[in-house]
């Protein structure tokens, strides 16, 4: 009988780490740990939790009571090194400084490995010396450390959002082994929403969703088209990063928040050359809500189960713009549960 890799999600969000987990299967989820309230209670929402153990304050975690776990994984708060941050103070900021709140649990528990996640910038911010610190921290802790950047729209999201992805181990036998791992293959289009051509909604997890026919407009294969929500907008095959201030609308800053554009003659539509040269017709929409969370590669029955919650809109995107792209997390998944752990697929249970 194959005993699953039991995880603790530390800084959980909506799950993105225990979705992705699940989907690539032999994983167990003993607990998490989220201070957000609207978070925690789309997580309890979403995922079955009755039996685990749930602390809302990571810095107030007593490890004596903590259930055993293989593996810690996380998305450590961010600000501090986004780049679409105004105060980027890393390690200094009291949510940087949860880091080490994350490694006193990694040293009292002694999980066989630990997965984590955040921006890029985190690799030179401050010049290189607080992504030096943090491996280090994880070196004196005795774990061996690998990273590597991914962009989701690698992964079958229409979305560009460039992530880094850190896992350690304690086992010297599986150094360099983690990394790359494949990005999967492309799944046909599957409709969410009907409607006539160019309203329809389509599952992010299908290659065709921002395709374009070269007839176009409502005669084109689905319509849809990503494009700026911001001053002299461009269309663009992937949407851009999704941001967790994403109800905020149109944005004086170049190359953020995206919407959809639907050509075609309308009341209400705008003309524009896009990049080509090609003059463009048509009205633009903001993602909606659920779109978010599926460009995030959450499924719609997930969403809708967090949404009956009554959140408002502006929490509802938030979740998505904070979370973890879940087809990212499933397939470092597998090479953690089949390097690390010995759990091939034909083992699984």
């Known amino acids: 009988m194959i005993i699953a890799i039991k995880f603790f999600d530390c800084f959980s969000g909506i799950g993105g780490f225990r979705s992705g987990l699940e989907q690539a299967g032999g994983f167990e989820c003993v607990g998490f740990c989220e ?3 609207h978070a925690s209670a789309a997580y309890k929402a979403i995922y079955n939790t009755e039996k685990e153990v749930y602390y809302n304050d990571i810095s107030r975690i007593d490890t004596a009571g903590m259930p055993d776990f293989d593996l810690l994984v996380g998305g450590l708060p961010c600000q501090p090194y986004s780049v679409a941050s105004a105060n980027r103070r890393g390690l200094d900021d009291p949510r940087g400084a949860l880091f080490f709140e994350f490694a006193r649990i990694i040293r009292e528990k002694r999980p066989a490995a ?8 985190l690799l030179s911010h401050n010049s290189g010396e607080t992504f030096e610190k943090i491996l280090g921290t994880f070196l004196e802790l005795g774990y ?6 991914y962009n989701s729209s690698a ?7 460039r992530r880094l992805y850190i896992v350690g181990y304690t086992d010297a036998k599986c150094a360099g082994k983690i990394f790359p791992v494949d990005c999967g293959a492309e799944k046909a289009p599957k409709e969410l929403i009907g409607g006539m051509q160019g309203q329809r909604v389509y599952d992010v997890s299908g290659s065709a969703v921002t395709q374009c026919a070269s007839t176009g407009g409502w005669g084109g294969k689905t319509g849809l088209y990503f494009i700026d929500l911001n001053p002299n907008p461009q269309l663009t095959e992937k949407a851009r990063c999704l941001i967790a201030r994403y109800d905020s609308g149109i944005s004086n800053h170049k190359g953020v928040n995206s919407g959809v554009f639907i050509e075609g003659d309308d009341p209400k539509a705008i003309s524009f050359y896009d990049k080509d040269g090609n003059y463009r017709v048509g009205r633009i929409r903001k993602l909606m809500p659920c779109e978010s969370w599926t460009l995030q590669g959450f499924s719609r029955e997930q969403f809708d189960k967090a949404a009956e919650l009554g ?3 502006g929490h509802l995107y938030r979740l998505a713009g904070n979370a973890v792209s879940v087809p990212v997390i499933k397939a470092i998944g597998k090479k953690i549960r089949d390097i690390i752990f010995s759990e091939g697929d034909d083992k699984i249970a």
Do not use: K, T
């Open 35 to 37: 201070i957000d309230h």
């Open 155 to 161: 992964f079958g999201l229409p979305q560009s959002r």
């Open 311 to 313: 959140m408002s809109d």
């Open 114 to 121: 630990f997965f984590v996640e955040n921006v890029p910038f």
């Open 144 to 149: 061996y450390v690998e990273w590597m950047v």
